[in-house]
T-cell receptor, first 116, second 115 residues
Framework: ETGVTQSPTHLIKTRGQQVTLRCSSQSGHNTVSWYQQALGQGPQFIFQYYREEENGRGNFPPRFSGLQFPNYSSELNVNALELDDSALYLC???????????????FGPGTRLTVL | AQSVTQLGSHVSVSEGALVLLRCNYSSSVPPYLFWYVQYPNQGLQLLLKYTSAATLVKGINGFEAEFKKSETSFHLTKPSAHMSDAAEYFCAVSGAVSGYSTLTFGKGTMLLVSP
């Protein structure tokens, strides 16, 4: 069974640029959630995709957007990068049967984004 | 709205000593609670979860946590610390909002283990 993978591992961008982060979900999972973890903080929910549709979003501006593909892999896109976007971005996959609160989320190793 | 408060950003113990990491939650509905561990430069690994069954939950690596509704707490314990337990620990509460579930995390507690 393949776990959650993310690419790239590290990324350096400058302010104003755009970035795309990728996530492959665990085999058999149909839901992907993205989290932002700033230095010294806990992860914060960005959004969730279920069956290729965004079905939940945290308190992040529209320049954070995403996609989920038919194979349930996902992308996180961030436009007009700001210095505060520097963080570890975590992807988590789960098998959501009905949005149950007990759905266990399996996390990938994350992508470290640095914005200069 | 749901929230999690982890008391103590850093906890230091000696190898072999009791580990106690504190977590208090706020939830308007019966909560589902999780503890995750994060080793340096890695993602989050689930230690254990409470999903309204037994109030004492046993997890991996000898960790356990007890759900106490009256105290709104879900503290993580381990009887004897090992050097390999040094990592950051996150408590999280799960909530269902408009048909989807998400995790709300605390700020984390760094566990330091000295020989």
């Amino acid at each position: 069974e393949t776990g959650v993978t993310q690419s790239p591992t590290h990324l350096i961008k400058t302010r104003g640029q755009q970035v795309t982060l990728r996530c492959s979900s665990q085999s058999g999972h149909n839901t992907v959630s993205w989290y932002q973890q700033a230095l010294g903080q806990g992860p914060q929910f960005i959004f969730q995709y279920y069956r290729e549709e965004e079905n939940g979003r945290g308190n992040f501006p529209p320049r954070f957007s995403g996609l989920q593909f038919p194979n349930y892999s996902s992308e996180l896109n961030v436009n007009a990068l700001e210095l505060d976007d520097s963080a570890l971005y975590l992807c988590a996959s789960s098998l959501a049967l009905s949005g149950s609160v007990s759905d266990e989320q399996f996390f990938g190793p994350g992508t470290r984004l640095t914005v200069l | 709205a749901q929230s999690v408060t982890q008391l103590g950003s850093h906890v230091s113990v000696s190898e072999g000593a009791l580990v106690l990491l504190r977590c208090n939650y706020s939830s308007s509905v019966p909560p589902y609670l999780f503890w995750y561990v994060q080793y340096p430069n890695q993602g989050l690994q689930l230690l254990l979860k409470y999903t309204s069954a037994a109030t004492l939950v046993k997890g991996i690596n000898g960790f356990e946590a007890e759900f106490k509704k009256s105290e709104t707490s879900f503290h993580l314990t381990k009887p004897s610390a090992h050097m390999s337990d040094a990592a950051e620990y996150f408590c999280a509460v799960s909530g269902a909002v408009s048909g989807y579930s998400t995790l709300t995390f605390g700020k984390g507690t760094m566990l330091l283990v000295s020989p």
